[in-house]
T-cell receptor, first 111, second 113 residues
Framework: QQKVQQSPESLIVPEGAMTSLNCTFS??????FAWYRQHSGKAPKALMS????GEKEEGRFTIHLNKASLHFSLHIRDSQPSDSALYLC???????????FGAGTRLKVIA | AQTIHQWPVAEIKAVGSPLSLGCTIK??????LYWYWQATGGTLQQLFY??????VESVVQLNLSASRPKDDQFILSTEKLLLSHSGFYLC????????????FGSGTRLLVI
């Protein structure tokens, strides 16, 4: 059974700071790793996904995956108040249509 | 462009009453479809998935059922609601095949009293 854990549970950062969110998983055969963002009262929305070791950058967001360490992360450069939301990591496994989501990190960016 | 529409937006229902929630996806042929549930302040829990019309797989047992009567429609239902069914129900779709991003609908907020 895939276990996905996120840290920290919550985070407050000043505007302009670098924010780092972490996700660990238990199944070394996992194939899909993604971050979703959920603003209060809204549905989650996919931010970025990665399939192989390394990193991927899109604008202010960078996702980094280390399968050997069973860990991936999301880094937000120049954090903005509009980035304040619940960040969910999701992990899948080949041959399985089930994505397991972490419990989330609640980020607040203060101006 | 693909659109996903969930209905109703919100419901207040009595314990023991029936429930039917719906989801329609337009602009994408043969999508994978999913139902998720999120308790207030809780983790997203996958309930069902479907990769083809007429076939639905259950992921967890919560006294709920799901059906896919058409390629673009996914229905979640139960004959008898429990208090524990309260929460946020989300439908999502992804491209056929595996390991692609989900696009979620706007969700249905359910309160069982």
């Amino acid at each position: 059974q895939q276990k996905v854990q996120q840290s920290p549970e919550s985070l407050i950062v000043p505007e302009g700071a670098m924010t780092s969110l972490n996700c660990t998983f238990s199944d070394s055969a996992s194939q899909y790793f993604a971050w979703y963002r959920q603003h209060s009262g809204k549905a989650p929305k996919a931010l970025m996904s990665i399939f192989s070791n390394g990193e991927k950058e899109e604008g202010r967001f960078t996702i980094h995956l280390n399968k050997a360490s069973l860990h991936f992360s999301l880094h937000i450069r120049d954090s903005q108040p509009s980035d304040s939301a619940l960040y969910l990591c999701a992990v899948s496994h080949t041959g399985n249509y089930k994505y397991v989501f972490g419990a989330g990190t609640r980020l607040k960016v203060i101006a | 462009a693909q659109t996903i529409h969930q209905w109703p937006v919100a419901e207040i229902k009595a314990v023991g009453s029936p429930l039917s929630l719906g989801c329609t996806i337009k602009g994408k042929s043969s999508p994978n479809l999913y139902w998720y549930w999120q308790a207030t302040g809780g983790t997203l829990q996958q309930l069902f998935y479907s990769i083809t019309v007429g076939q639905v797989e259950s992921v967890v047992q919560l006294n709920l059922s799901a059906s896919r009567p058409k390629d673009d429609q996914f229905i979640l239902s139960t004959e008898k609601l429990l208090l524990s069914h309260s929460g946020f129900y989300l439908c999502a779709w992804s491209l056929p095949g595996e390991n692609s991003d989900y696009t979620f609908g706007s969700g249905t907020r359910l309160l069982v009293i």
